[in-house]
């Protein structure tokens, strides 16, 4: 681990929350939690948070890399990628449906009213396809992304598939991360959900860029599997 750096990106609503656990408590306070950048949000103190961050990044990169040797948070993944070769990009996708609705939900339950994107939804009411139409719901995994193509992360993982994504993680980067399970949904179906609304069909189409970095993440976990573990699909 000396010669890189885990650059994990938690995209909401994908295990993220589970990972940083399991990552905390192998890298302890090696590990570098990145949640205050908001991408999501497009209010004045989290564009301007965002940018400053980057600037800082770029200028002063040693004080990231001579200080930690992960990082981990709600951030676009091209942020870090002034550090070079030294960085590895990891991050989890989920089905995009059920991800979208499970935020949906989460938010409604547990409202984040600094959050601009947080705080439409609450205070119009946003009905969920209301809610996917957002732009950045639109291109949720594009925004997370940034620059970088599904295919060049080191590792992805799927949510769907998690106890063999954190073998695939230590296989990669030969660590012994707990398998975690925190936030699990309850088993909800929420292709059923979305059509108990009339909203299935409509968000099929509206979830289209999203449903193509799903599928090419699907092949990217696929070919690490096989490459690192000799087997043929997941």
Avoid at 164 to 173: C, M, R, T, V, Y
Wanted: proline share 3%; net charge positive; with cysteine.
């Amino acid at each position: 681990m000396e010669n890189i750096m885990l650059i994990s990106v938690h995209i909401p609503k994908t295990a993220g929350t589970s990972l940083g656990t399991a990552l905390t408590q192998v890298f302890g306070d090696k590990l570098l939690l990145d949640y205050a950048d908001k991408p999501l949000s497009d209010t004045l103190i989290h564009r301007y948070t965002r940018l400053q961050h980057r600037l800082q990044l770029k200028y002063k990169p040693q004080v990231i890399t001579n200080n930690y040797h992960a990082v981990h948070g709600h951030f676009i993944a091209d942020k870090y990628a002034v550090l070079g070769e030294k960085a590895q990009f990891c991050t989890f996708f989920r089905e995009p449906l059920a991800r979208l609705v499970s935020h949906y939900q989460h938010w409604q339950r547990n409202p984040d009213l600094k959050n601009s994107m947080c705080r439409q939804l609450i205070t119009q009411q946003l009905s969920i396809t209301a809610f996917a139409k957002l732009t950045k719901q639109r291109h949720f995994y594009r925004l997370f992304c940034g620059t970088i193509p599904v295919e060049h992360f080191h590792f992805v993982g799927l949510t769907e598939a998690y106890t063999d994504s954190i073998a695939l993680f230590n296989k990669l980067f030969n660590l012994q991360l707990p398998v975690l399970v925190e936030n699990e949904g309850e088993g909800q179906d929420y292709q059923q959900w979305l059509k108990d609304r009339g909203a299935y069909i409509d968000i099929q189409t509206i979830q289209q860029e999203n449903q193509r970095y799903y599928s090419d993440a699907c092949r990217h976990f696929e070919h690490l599997c096989t490459t690192h573990f000799n087997r043929q699909e997941y």
